[in-house]
Structures are given as C-alpha cells and as structure tokens.
C-alpha cells in the first residue's frame, strides 16, 4: 500500500486488508490537533482575565464556544463522512480549525475570541468523530480495533498533554495570542498529511441527511447549555433561563420523535438496546462531565483565582493529561484481555478519588506539590476511563456501523466535556458570589470597601472581585473574601465532579458484567440470523 495514493472510496466493513500506516497517522494527528484546540484555552483563562476583563459567565463561554458546535455537530459529521467519504472531512476540518484559530489570534476583545473559538470548533466537530472511523474502518479484528483504539485515545490524551505545555511556553515567553498561531500550524500540518497520507473510507448504505434530527438536536443542546452557563450571572428564575430549560427539553424531545419517525435517522436510537453500548454512553456523559469540571476547576483555581503563572497550570495539566500516553501499553493489553466494566469502575474510581482529595486542599496553598498526587490520580483515571468507553461502544456494534457508533460516542463524550465548565462553572460562581455577599455583609471592613466590591460582584461575579481587589486601593481588604469564598466555591466543584464519577463507577459495575459481544461477534449474529429467516 503506498503512503501517498488516494485508492477510490470503499465501505467500511472492505477494509480487511489491514490498517495503513499513513491512514493511522493522519487519524491520530487530526484528533491530537482538535483535542489541543479543546483544552489550550483553559491554559490561558488567567491571562484571559487580566487582558480581555470578562465578566459573569463570559469566561466560561470563551471554552464552551468550542465545545458547543463539537457537541452539536459530531453527528452530523459523522453521516457527511459516512456518504461522502472521510479523507475529505479530514482535511477541511483541520482547515477550519486554521481560520477559527486565525480569528483567535487577532481577537481585540471576547466577543472576537468567541467567534474564533467557535469556528475552531466546528472544524472540531469534523475531526473527532471522522478520525475514529476512518482508523476503526480499516480493521478487521477485535485485536486490531482494540489496539488502533488505544492509539487512537492515547492521541487524543496527547492533544491535551501538549496543549497546555503549548499555552504555558507560549505565554510565558510571548502572550496567549502565540497559543493560537501554533494550533494554527498544527492545523496546517494536518491537514496536508490527510491530504498526501491518509485512505479514504465511506459506508454509505442506509445513510442519508436528517436536517430535522439536526436542527431540534442543535437547537436543544444550545439551549440546555445557554441556560446552565446563564443561571449564575442572570439567575436561575430569571425568565431567560426558564425559557432556556423548557426549550431545551422541547427541542431535545422533538429530537428523539424526529429519530424514531425517521427513514435514516441522525441518531439509531436502536443502539442504545445494546446494553454495553447504552451503558458506555452514559458514562461517556458523566464521567467526561467529571473530568473535563476538573480541568476547568484547576485551570480557574491556578489563574484567575491564585494568580499563578501559565506554566504552573501548564504542568497541573501536563499530569490530568499526559498520563494516558506513557500507560498506552498498559491501557492496550487490559482493552485486550480486562472485562470492560472493571476496567471503566476502576478508572473513574481513581477520578473521583483524586477530586475528593482536591477539594480538602486550601485555597491559599498555592504549593503546586499538593496537587501532584490528587490531578495524578485523575489523570490516571481518565486514561483508562476514555479508552474503556470508546472500545466498549465501538466494539459492541457491526463494523458497518462503526461510523455512526464512533460519532455518537464522541458526541456524548465531548457533551460531558461541554457541561464540565458549565456546569461546575455555575455551582462554583454561584456558591461564591453567595459567601462573599454574605461575608462582606457581615465584615468590619470599611463601608467603601463594602460598596465598591457589592458593584463589582453585581457587575461581574466574584472572579471581577478577586480581579479588582489586586490593584484597586479601596478593594483591596475585601481580596481575602473574595479568595476564600472562591476557593470554597471550586471545592464544591471538585466534590460535585468526585460525585459524578463514583455514580459512574458504580452504574458500570452493576451494568457491565462480563465481555460484551464484539462487532465481530455481533456481525456473526446477525449474519446467523438472516440465513435463519431465509430457510
């Protein structure tokens, strides 16, 4: 097989001839490239507060502008590379990502940086699911799919390993603006290497557009999250957030009738019968809830709240992150040989853990030791949690629907990554807005001070407070409040997430017992049960 040929399009379940290399390159390059472009921002909210000034939930929007068209549109993605082949996704995808990053850069002000974010994460939303189906549709076996399955969670893990390492050098030594030039110049170098590497693969049949599944899914999950990440900064009775939350439950509703109604459905509700498959979704949602609040409570922790240099939540994230890489081996032979509902209790066992014992941490301890051990153990955790889910889902179906299995999948993981930030977003900010108005109300402290901070807060939330008290004269003896109402605020966060993954754990311990079928096995069944009906 030479490297640089594009061969016609194929269906998926032709690919017996082995996995080319330039194909398995070009897949693990496109998703490390999107999982850098996920969590650099993260790196940078430190600075993004001191330069850019967001207030209310404006910080929390700057990551989910990303994550949001990336929960939306996987699926969709996920058909287009399916009819039309995904070489072509690949490579416009990775293209996209360079125009959004490009915006980024020469953003003059959050609203800018949103836009840019969001075009980012439409090219995102391209690469995550397509780069798992093309590399899954050139196996032929349980093995190989379990090994190019690990490879291919250990790229993704990588992408968040070296984004934040990207951000903390970049900003160190230039400004967050320099973060995105280098994504960009991933971007560009992935895209060329699908372009001369990679083989194209389709699996048409059955397959069509569902622009109705689309809309009311799109419109659903946006409102959902409109109204979680508004309900700090607006209030949960507010009338735009109830409207939010009613929507959300309409659309999400009209959603599911549109599938079971339609001819070839955005989503086959038919696989979530597969109780492996259902199970690993819904930890898809809850644990990647667990772990991507814990990466935005550290990144919120060490920045805007501590003040701390970009290279020091660089290396917290280093440890959330890089783990996954150096365990590959590990993590390959227990997806071979470790039934998948120990494998997935265990990991978000460590998960929870670890955000247990971050939340008793201090918020004044700004020893970056005294997170080694707790992010050590959620990075862990995620490594060996990410890689069960995927192998779980994938494995358990027909390979001629590994296309649609790989999207759904990384549409509910990457819808667990979208609600991290916003939801422990909205418990932390509104536990510490309630502290600090709370604690000033009842402190000694000057009746300026008082007034002056009660504008802030009313203007932009705690963060604002704890921003402004650093170099406001008059806020100044309110910083101490404002610090440790926000330390208590992310401690919450921390539990909420430990929370999350234990139940995880748990609904994978009681749900997955013993092997599932493979998509080997299961393509046996099913191929048994139609010579069964024809005699």
């Known amino acids: 097989m030479s490297a640089t040929a594009t061969p016609p399009a194929r269906p998926a379940a032709a690919a017996a001839s082995g996995l080319a290399v330039g194909t398995l390159v070009a897949g693990c390059l496109a998703v490390c490239l999107a999982q850098i472009g996920l969590a650099i921002p993260a790196t940078l909210n430190g600075l993004f507060q001191s330069d850019l000034h967001p207030v209310g939930s404006q910080l929390t929007w700057i990551s989910d502008a990303f994550l949001l068209p990336v929960a939306v549109l996987e699926l969709t993605f996920g058909v287009l590379g399916d009819l039309f ?18 915006v980024s850069t020469a953003s003059s002000g959050v609203h800018q940086l949103w836009v840019g974010q969001a075009l980012a994460g439409l090219g995102a939303a391209a690469l995550f699911p397509t780069s798992l189906a093309l590399i ?6 349980h093995t190989q799919r379990a090994r190019v399955i690990a ?26 603006r320099w973060s995105f030039v280098v994504v960009l110049a991933i971007a560009l170098v ?36 409109y109204a979680i990440i508004q309900g ?14 009613l929507l959300a439950a309409a659309f999400l509703v009209a959603f599911v009738l549109a599938e079971l109604r339609a001819r070839s459905p955005l989503l086959r509700l038919d696989l979530f019968r597969n109780r492996s498959f259902a199970v690993a979704s819904v930890v898809a949602v809850v644990g990647m809830f667990s772990f991507l609040g814990t990466a935005y409570a550290v990144s919120i922790r060490l920045g805007p709240v501590q003040e701390q240099k970009p290279m020091h939540t660089a290396m917290a994230f280093l440890l959330l992150n890089g783990l996954a890489l150096v365990m590959l081996p590990v993590t390959e032979r227990l997806l071979r040989s470790a039934a998948p509902g120990l494998l997935l209790t265990g990991g978000l066992l460590l998960m929870g853990t670890g955000d247990f014992w971050a939340a008793t941490l201090p918020i004044t301890d700004e020893a970056f030791t005294s997170l080694v051990l707790p992010l050590g153990l959620v990075g862990v955790g995620f490594a060996v949690t990410v890689s069960a889910i995927t192998a779980t889902a994938v494995n358990t179906v027909p390979v001629r629907l590994a296309g649609m299995a790989s999207a759904t999948t990384n549409l509910l993981r990457d819808f667990g990554f979208t609600l991290g930030p916003a939801v422990i977003g909205a418990v932390a900010l509104s536990r510490a807005a309630s ?23 009313h203007e932009g939330g705690p963060l604002a407070v704890n921003g402004a008290s650093l170099a406001a004269p008059v806020l100044k003896p309110a910083h101490g409040l404002a610090m440790d109402a926000l330390g208590h605020g992310y401690s919450v966060g921390f539990v909420v997430c430990g929370a999350a993954a234990v139940v995880s754990a ?30």
């Open 151 to 176: 490879l291919w969670a250990a790229c993704l893990s990588t992408g968040g390993f070296l984004a934040p390492l990207l951000g903390g050098i970049t900003a160190t030594y230039g400004s967050w």
């Open 136 to 141: 899954a549709a050139g196996t032929s076996t």
């Open 190 to 225: 992935s895209a060329a290497v699908s372009a001369t590497l990679a083989r194209n693969s389709r699996s048409p049949e059955g397959r069509s557009l569902d622009p109705v599944g689309q809309v009311t899914i799109g419109l659903g999950l946006f409102s959902l999250l």
């Open 506 to 535: 748990l609904l994978a311990l009681t749900a997955l017992r013993g092997r599932p079928a493979t998509a080997d096995e299961a393509t046996e069944e099913e191929a048994a049960k139609g010579e069964a009906t024809a005699a």
């Open 85 to 102: 082949g995904r070489k072509q996704l690949l490579i416009g995808g990775a293209l996209l990502m360079a125009v959004g990053e490009t």
């Open 232 to 245: 700090p900064a607006d209030g949960w009775s507010s009338a735009p957030v109830v409207v939010a939350f």
């Open 435 to 457: 502290n600090f108005g709370s604690a000033l109300h009842a402190s000694a402290l000057p009746a300026a001070t008082k007034g002056a901070a009660t504008a802030v807060l």
